[in-house]
Antibody, heavy 118, light 112 residues
Framework: VQIRESGGGLVKPGGSLRLSCEAS????????MTWIRQTPEKGLEWLAY????????SYVDSVKGRFTVSRDNARNSVFLQMDSLRVEDTAVYYC????????????WGQGTLVTVSS | DVVMTQSPLSLPVTLGQPASISCRSS???????????LNWYQQRPGESPRRLIY???DRDSGVPDRFSGSGSDTDFTLRISRVEAEDVGLYYC?????????FGQGTKLEIK
């Protein structure tokens, strides 16, 4: 199992960024995929998940309406579109695999740093 | 949201000695299917989190059997029978019973 995030960087408050996550080594469309972020101050925060078909998506309240998860099973990829970014969104963002019915993440990527600053 | 409270937050341990981390949830973690979705993660310095334990006490593949999990309802424990140098890092409990899934604040294990 390999999971690799990309797309992090520096963005101004109010700006947008799109993170990508490419996975391999498992039947991608059979698995939920998740986004989790980590900061030294707030620790780990589970942001969202998307089902294998893409038909089921849930967001934590802190990003609902600003972040959008999507996936492309043909490309074994999942995306996180982040709009209206705030300083407090500064974090390392992880993409992780979530086996069906597990309600947990069992394999994580290496993370990508997003910095929101003027 | 379910609050996960870990203790201690810092855990100095002598090599070869046992270690124990407690995790308490603000509400019952028994899901409607009767299972408890309580996980433990290890994060070594500079690495991504790695899952050690799922559903309270099931060890992930490749996890040494010196790691064990126990507990029920709202009270859970991760035990390391004999701490090794490679166990240094942060340990998090995480509940997957109630959305949004939430993590504990982390316990830092270091060698005394």
């Amino acid at each position: 199992v390999q999971i690799r995030e990309s797309g992090g960087g520096l963005v101004k408050p109010g700006g947008s960024l799109r993170l990508s996550c490419e996975a391999s080594g498992f039947p991608f469309s059979d698995y939920y995929m998740t986004w989790i972020r980590q900061t030294p101050e707030k620790g780990l925060e589970w942001l969202a998940y998307i089902s294998g078909s893409g038909s089921t998506i849930s967001y934590v309240d802190s990003v609902k309406g600003r972040f959008t998860v999507s996936r492309d099973n043909a490309r074994n990829s999942v995306f996180l579109q982040m709009d209206s970014l705030r300083v407090e969104d500064t974090a390392v963002y992880y993409c992780a695999r979530s086996p069906p019915w597990s309600r947990a993440a069992d394999h994580w990527g290496q993370g990508t740093l997003v910095t929101v600053s003027s | 949201d379910v609050v996960m409270t870990q203790s201690p937050l810092s855990l100095p341990v002598t090599l070869g000695q046992p270690a124990s981390i407690s995790c308490r949830s603000s509400q019952s973690l028994v899901y409607t299917d009767g299972k408890i979705y309580l996980n433990w993660y290890q994060q070594r310095p500079g690495e991504s989190p790695r899952r050690l334990i799922y559903k309270v006490s099931d060890r992930d593949s490749g996890v040494p059997d010196r790691f064990s999990g126990s507990g029920s309802d709202t009270d859970f424990t991760l035990r390391i029978s004999r701490v090794e140098a490679e166990d240094v890092g942060l340990y998090y409990c995480m509940q997957g019973t109630h959305w949004p899934y939430t993590f504990g604040q982390g316990t830092k294990l270091e060698i005394k």
